[in-house]
């Protein structure tokens, strides 16, 4: 077996995982590894969306799990990068429709076949959360600074098992951290005793290329890209520091201008 | 920048710091109640070291968590029925020694740290609970009904009616042996702070059964 298989979760929903999870595959394809991210949450299918792949669905997990298709079949490429695939979630169905069993052997496929395996993995703890863990050697959780986001986190790092766990803070308001208006990043990393893998900014860009299904990660310009490039690169495992968007001068000064326009 | 100086005059408490301690709080409390099988092996290994000195009752004893205002509480409540015969260099058993001893309170081991007088009167048994049988250890998120959080300090006391009739006979196996254990029970409770179950790795509890909501959890 050669690649890594990763697990995004957060246990509380709507806390950035899809969104984790395109823009780190598109960063890691981006950084020449071949990547397949997996959605898991049966019935709630968005990763295709995300990524502006929705229209390209033939096959899908589902169809994997109960051999309709050959796993190869149901992945789709991605033209913008080189590298990058997407096996969707089957929006018919519910999360019974597959079993932990079935999952495993799926993803265990893919990471034989790919560096990296990114299974995007649906809200709660229930039947989705345990399918989407099982195939996944590692794990990342997802949290904002917020208690409840952050209770949940917890509570997930509890059924990880033995499993290697990073943490990434997702929506990280700069200006409410500086007046003490919102945990910090090292606060959270403190609460819950976890590495940081990355921190991301709430940011506009998020929604606006979401809504053109153009994940940020892909234009290697933006500001944003860097910051998903750089956990992609922690991921495997090269010791690039973090970028401190709660002190950066002309991030400040930026959303200064911008908040005030 | 504006925005900074009216919050720096606005003296509020910064809410961050109310969302760390609200957290802290809730955390413990939730891996405590998340891994009921983890501290029920720490209450049989504090047991193994409290027999060592006393001999309590064991079908009686009780231990939980309990959220208290700014605080999350390990509470004993452990029946002492007899103090073991101890080599003794210094005074009493250990480590209330200095605070209201009279000669005899050895019960010190397992005092509560309660700064009331000992006094060792017959009268103030009386007012305490007879030694009654209690329902098995309640540990953790298994343990408390209902009743919860503040109405529990009552569920831990056993009906005082009939303490009132017995208790100055002293309870069913509160031997009259040592007085001294009598009045510890006084206050019935040892508190233990919070740093009991720290933040610690989560990890430790590993791969955590579905266990029982929150203790407390409101
Ligand atoms: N860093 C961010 N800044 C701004 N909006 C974000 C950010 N991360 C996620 N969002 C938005 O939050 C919403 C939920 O994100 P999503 O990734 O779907 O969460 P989840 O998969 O955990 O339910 C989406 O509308 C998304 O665009
Ligand atoms: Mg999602």
Redesign the pocket.
Known sequence: MSGRSFVVT?G???????????NLGCALAGLGHTVVVVDA?IGLR?LDL?LGLEKRIVYDLVDVAEGRCQPRQALIKDKRVDGLFLLPAAQTKDKEAIDEGQMKTIVRWLAANFDVVLV?CP?GIEHGFRNAVAGADEAIV?TTPEVSAIRDADRILGMLGSRRARLIV??VRPEMVKTGDMLSVDDVADILGREVLGT????????DT?NRGEPVALDKERRLAKTYATMARRMCGEAVELPSHEDGIWGRLRRLIGSKA | MIEFITKFFRREEASKNLAKERLRLVLMSDRVSLAPDIFETMKVEMLDVIRRYLEVDERALEMRFENAERQFLLLANIPVRSVLPLPRKTTGAGQTAGRNTNGRANGSAISSGDASPPAASASADASAPAEGPHPLPAFGGSAPGPGDDLSSSKELRPAANDAAGSAAAAGPHQTAKLPATVKRRRRRRKKVDAPVVDTAAPSAFGDVAEGPRPPGGS
């Open positions: 957060s509380k929903g709507g806390v950035g995982k899809t969104t984790t999870t395109a949450d968005n995300v995007d809200a997802v997702n929506r991301v900014p709430d940011d506009e860009e998020i929604i979401t």
